[in-house]
């Protein structure tokens, strides 16, 4: 009987050790398993674009872009790289572009970086410098222009005030992307741009030799009759002959 009961309290020894063994790995996963839970990731290093070339004091539009792995809200922070800092500006969706504007008063090339920073405080890496060269300089006038029915031209002119040359870049679906760029031309010469099968309103700019940009405008070249083409191609042929 005594053999026996030293038996008895050494199994429930083990089992009592046992027991806490598998309360204390229980309790160290939950809460491994619970601070993991909370970890919060920080954006990625922004991506920035815009105007490689700018004359002096002369706003320039550059956008910023990045995303968050935990799908945050996103604040920027723009070190424009002549000692201006713009404060945290958001807070903008993750993945959402963010369009900023300056002007830098002096000449020379400056380097734009952007850091990132989500709703919980975590910021990310400065994004790689994007360099901006600041001209002493005067950009092109506006462009004028005029459609030309006969020929389905485009026709353009433009100034420098510096005397730089001049080419002007077109966006056919004006959306402010340039789609063909022609060649260089002395300040004041017109220039004409077949349209071909491009059909609505179409930007134009112009940029000089220092890389300097005109304002925008639109011009109106043949109209889309997208829907006499696709269902009336006869009567559209005869239309077409009169625009």
Sequence with gaps: MIIKRRHTMTYLNICAILLCICVLVSSNVNAFIASNQFI????????VWGQESIAV??????WTETDNPDGDMIYYKVDWGDGVVYAWNGPFNSGAAC?????????????????AMDEQGTESEWSAPFPVTVA?????????TYFNKLTNEIHI??????????????????????????????SGTEVSVPCNNHKGVVGVVACDECHLFSEWTSIQSKPRLSFLEERFPFLFNILSSFL
């Design 40 to 47: 919060n990731l920080p954006p990625n290093p922004p991506e």
């Design 57 to 62: 004091n002369k706003d320039g539009i550059y």
């Design 99 to 115: 369009a900023s504007l300056h002007e830098w008063n002096e000449p020379g090339v400056y380097l734009i970086k952007v850091k």
């Design 136 to 144: 002493d300089s005067n950009p092109p006038s506006k462009p004028s």
């Design 157 to 186: 002119s433009a100034s420098d005030s510096d005397g730089d040359r001049i080419r002007y870049g077109i966006s056919w679906d004006n959306d402010y992307n340039v789609d063909q760029w022609t060649e260089y031309v002395n």
